[in-house]
Antibody
Framework: QVQLRESGPGLVKPSQTLSLTCSVSGVTISSFGNFWSWIRQHPGKGLEWIGYIYYSGSTYYNPSLKSRVIISLDTSRNLFSLRLSSVTAADTAMYYCARSSGQPNWFDPWGQGTLVTVSS | EILMTQSPATLSVSPGEGATLSCRAS??????LAWYQQKPGQAPRLLIYGASTRATGIPTRFSGIGSGTEFTLTISSLQSEDFAVYYC?????????FGQGTKVEIK
């Protein structure tokens, strides 16, 4: 059974870089056909897809965040990471990682999420 | 980007009754639509994909229908564990986008 777990600092200062990791178990992250995404949810609000990385390492980002986002794979530790630069209070959100299998369509399963607050 | 609009924002239902949730896309997404359930403090859980296909382990009281721009999620005979927020998501266009959610609460 595939499981994902996010980790990283819960507090980031404005203008700094937010860095999160998503540890994956139950499947090899570099196995064929897997897309690994980051999705965030602002407090009390809806969901925003940030971007994905394919098992091969290719990426695709939401145009609204593209200039600030990097998603990468670490196959040695079976995890993938999110880096979001130049953060502001508007980046305060719950951050989830999730898998898409076969095509980057729907998301299943999701990690439990990690709350990141941007504040000085 | 495709805007997904869900209605109503909140739906008050008595246990055992049915609930009908709507999702509208700003342009056609064919049948490329998923539904998720999110309970407080939990991650979203996939319910439906392809507009009408239940995900593994999802009870048959959850059903989805629609194509193009109009979609419906129906929950027949609500159980206590069904009171949650429900989101739709399109995967026809980039970027993938979600609706703002419908909260199903106990009446």
């Amino acid at each position: 059974q595939v499981q994902l777990r996010e980790s990283g600092p819960g507090l980031v200062k404005p203008s700094q870089t937010l860095s999160l990791t998503c540890s994956v178990s139950g499947v090899t992250i570099s196995s064929f056909g897997n897309f690994w995404s980051w999705i965030r949810q602002h407090p009390g609000k809806g969901l925003e897809w940030i971007g994905y990385i394919y098992y091969s390492g290719s990426t695709y980002y939401n145009p609204s965040l593209k200039s600030r986002v990097i998603i990468s794979l670490d196959t040695s530790r079976n995890l993938f990471s999110l880096r979001l630069s130049s953060v502001t209070a508007a980046d305060t959100a719950m951050y989830y990682c999730a898998r898409s299998s076969g095509q980057p369509n729907w998301f299943d399963p999701w990690g439990q999420g990690t709350l990141v607050t941007v504040s000085s | 980007e495709i805007l997904m609009t869900q209605s109503p924002a909140t739906l008050s239902v008595s246990p055992g009754e049915g609930a009908t949730l709507s999702c509208r896309a700003s342009e056609s997404v064919s049948s490329n639509l998923a539904w998720y359930q999110q309970k407080p403090g939990q991650a979203p859980r996939l319910l439906i994909y392809g507009a009408s296909t239940r995900a593994t382990g999802i009870p048959t009281r959850f059903s989805g229908i629609g194509s193009g721009t109009e979609f419906t999620l129906t929950i027949s005979s609500l159980q206590s564990e069904d009171f949650a927020v429900y989101y739709c998501q399109q995967y026809n266009n980039w970027p993938r986008t979600f609706g703002q959610g419908t909260k199903v609460e106990i009446k």
